[in-house]
């Protein structure tokens, strides 16, 4: 018998489609080849060498007279930079300006490298950029909500193979925030407990789901989980927002990330995937019922029109299984 | 500058990225090679000959000895047919199973046919098959929510080519679904009118997203159009469910989708498509403030980590443009 799962944090209904489930194993990427690429790509704009490629630089980290980390404006940003933040109701029209800010985060020199092959320290110095580049554009009044995400893969929306990540600051909070914000507001009111801690413990009591356990970190997959591997990274301590990651902490997200993103490298040979940290902005860092957190979302199911038309979602593996599998793979 | 569009019915905000819209007819399908497919597929459980290839028939439109359109049992049901609806609590863990209905409907004994090639007196038939199949699976009382939808190609989802649509029935109302009608009654506190009917006569007003205006449909591009071509189709006479669709009715919805399909055919080279129908119960038919409707979504844009992350969506093309390209391709 199927079961549906409500996955209490994000509102979501899915289907563990039980006797359609596939084994963990099945989800390595049919015949997968490693490719062999070059480290540098003379037309490749994030590549050294290119730096004139690429808009005015942002921020960078750099080691002696090279960088690390890069961050440019996206040469076709999807917010623009410029000009007033302007609300427009007409009938049952309702516009805002698209102001914002989209940037690119080149995480590596290295155009041939993944999270899963680069040292921690590298890892650590892009966790370090996203602190920076999360507060700094949340000082902009004219931005609500900055996202900051992955996508790893052409199945995952790459267009630029160069190992980055993006950040999207927008002028509104987007409603599906919004919403989950409001269910875990009302979660306190009715038991006094933050349900994001709440999941932690529990998580860690059964067990079952836990991929990895650190100091600072607890990573397994939602009970609920929407599609297969879809991964959870939430942050013992509580907190609302991102923004107030202590170093201590930037180092464990970095073994935690490299860890999690290396099982999923070895163990599904490569998938492609996308990983967004959701977070509240720093001037709510102190609310007692938010917590941020990361989600990642290996692309190995494909959505059609059930999920289109109920916001449902057909997990065709089982979340504890795939939990073991990932615990076992040794990296 | 881009601009920020707030769906009023969905409650998702859209990106209308205007620099780096495409122009419509960009959106047509790059290389696309007319596929000559045989009529009958020896191999095909769908094609008339291979009946007993299916599970137990359920429904059927005959003429004479043959049959127009068959409902059948989707052979890998994501819920299962038996069983009794059960609800665990657990912790934080909240499970139902997973009983409901799965169902195939084959939409003509034509393995080569699409809805866009189809006589419209089948497009009626089919349409009269939905109708039968959302009030029948309504009267288990095991059944919550019933949602219609169809996978074209293989972008879409699409496993076997004969075309067909899918009904799934399920044990639970989706929250995505609760949400849209919340908003709507918020709305009918506010206004006392129901935002969909003033959805329509706003539209049909402005007439600039217009596609199709019949005695008893409008069809537009909404406002804040989640993608290329996004489009939907809406009863003008006020009804909160599909139930009570009238047979009149029915005939003007088979000719609007008819010729809605084949202007997306012609004009974009029969792009992947999922369209579905979104409706309440039919025991809520009465009820002041939803409003049934058909969206239509052509897969012409991807979702990648930003999407993900933030339940927004990037839509690269302009609402106006599309609609007026879509008015004026001839069919």
Redesign the interface.
Known sequence: ??????N?VT???V???R??AKKPEDFKKAGYIKKEIEPFIDTCPFCPGNESKTLGEIFRISAGKDWKVRVVPNR?P???AA?ERLRKTD?????????GAHEVIIETPLHNMTTALLPVEQTTDIIRTYKNRFISLHQDPRIE?V?????HGEG???SVEHPHS?V?A???I????R?RFESAAHFFDDTGEC?MC??IR?EKE?GTRVILDTEHFLTFIP?AALSPFHTWIFPKRHSASFSDITDLEIKDLANTLKTILSKLYYGLDNPDF?????SHRPRDCDMEYFHWYI?I?PRLS?????E?????Y?NPSIPEENARFLREVKV
Chains 1, 2 share one sequence.
């Open positions: 018998m199927p079961e549906l799962r409500l209490l509102r979501e209904w289907v563990i489609a006797e359609r076709f999807v917010f623009s000009g009938g049952l029209k309702r516009m805002v300006s698209g102001v909500h996202i900051i995400f992955k996508n995952a929306g790459v993006q999207i927008v002028p509104i987007p409603i599906q925030f919403d349900l709440m999941t529990k059964e009970y996308n990983y967004v940290l959701r989600s979302v494909k959505e059609a029109g059930f289109l038309g109920s916001g449902m057909i």
